[in-house]
């Protein structure tokens, strides 16, 4: 049986003027969950939040207990959630084109799985390092991929909040799933680029890796990423493994 605490926090940012990210922080389902919307007016806004009601609502029960089960469940979620975005924006002209990225994290006996679309992104704090367990679906990932960009140029470049892959967008949609092994004191980091355009990953870990407690954690990078100039909504989803097995 697995145990984790968990919390989540969000803030606006000093750029924009309304939040566009949404986020599910469920302890007692083994659950987190992150989406940073687009679209334009409050578009951005609504199509996260359907993610976010869409995860809840079907993992409202908690996760089976094998993987491969819960697998089926997390692709299961995004397609209904992607499904949910396109009706609404068919049907109301308000909504037209937006979409979301979409984390999501489900833990399940001494495991975790991982659904994800966008640029938003997980990572897996463990031992005092920090590993980015997700691929950003972006143009400018892929220039990294090709070797055409360093990952330092890429967080400047001026594409690189253009991205290729996000729910809403299309009537079908690619999943990454990604599956591990939960160990007792692994940190799970979800957080949307308002974090990782502004923060980097060596101060990510260092903040992971101090004394605070979990909450004060995300607050603490929240903050760094407003101190850094807050150019985006920024939102960070932490989960701690307490027991596992």
């Known amino acids: 049986m697995i145990r984790i605490e968990s919390c989540g926090r969000t803030d606006v940012g000093l750029r924009r003027s309304n939040n566009e990210d949404a986020f599910v922080s469920a302890p007692e389902l083994g659950l987190l969950a992150l989406a940073d919307g687009m679209g334009g ?12 009601d869409t995860v809840r609502e079907l993992l ?7 993987v491969e089960e819960t697998e089926v469940l997390v692709r299961k979620t995004f397609l209904l959630a992607n499904r949910r975005i396109r009706e ?4 109301a002209p308000e909504h037209k084109d937006m979409g979301c990225t979409g984390e999501m994290v489900v833990f399940t006996d001494d495991r975790y799985v991982v659904g994800h679309v966008g640029d938003s992104r997980v990572y897996l704090f463990r031992g005092g390092r920090l590993r980015q367990v997700t691929r950003d679906h972006s ?15 890429a ?3 001026p594409f690189r909040h253009v991205i290729l892959r996000a729910l809403g967008v299309e009537e079908g949609l690619d999943v990454d799933l990604v599956s591990g092994e939960a160990r007792p004191d692994d940190l799970i980091l979800l957080c949307s680029d308002g974090l990782t355009d502004m923060v980097g990953d060596p101060i990510i ?3 992971l890796g101090s004394d605070l407690s979990l909450g004060e954690k995300a607050d603490r990078l929240v903050r760094d990423a407003c101190d850094a100039g807050g150019l985006d909504n920024v939102t960070v989803v932490l989960g701690r493994v307490l027991q596992a097995g």
């Open 139 to 153: 143009l400018v990932q892929e220039q990294v991929d090709r070797g055409f960009l360093t990952p330092e140029q």
């Open 88 to 91: 609404l924006s068919a049907r």
């Open 155 to 157: 967080r400047a470049h």
């Open 41 to 52: 007016a409050a578009s951005g806004e609504v199509a996260s939040g359907i993610f976010a």
């Open 60 to 66: 409202s029960a908690g996760a089976p207990s094998a």
């Open 205 to 207: 870990e260092e903040r």
